[in-house]
């Protein structure tokens, strides 16, 4: 896997923790994941109050993404760069 975030549903995930949890074994998060997004080194997640917006911090980057569009397997984003601030 290449360096970025995979994107899971939460009760693919809840479902997956309640097997390991009962028997054992279950499914990890990569293996449950509808798409892997290969943005580079992630430092910050944050998901918008309204679960409909992701943004992923990588170095002076941040990557803005459509949870929808990502469960569908789609992974167009947007880039907003921070050099500028930094005088870079």
């Known amino acids: 896997m290449e360096l970025g975030f995979c994107v899971a549903k939460t009760k693919d995930v809840i479902a997956s923790a309640k ?7 279950g499914r990890s998060v990569q293996e449950l ?3 892997d997004v290969p943005v580079g080194r992630v430092h910050i997640l944050a998901l918008s109050s309204d679960s409909a917006n992701l943004a992923a ?28 601030i930094l005088g870079t």
């Open 19 to 25: 097997e390991i949890k009962d028997k054992g074994s």
């Open 57 to 84: 911090v990588v170095g002076r980057e941040i990557h803005c993404f459509k949870v929808n569009s990502l469960l569908q397997k789609v992974s167009f984003n947007f880039i907003f760069s921070f050099g500028w």
């Open 33 to 35: 994941s509808v798409i």
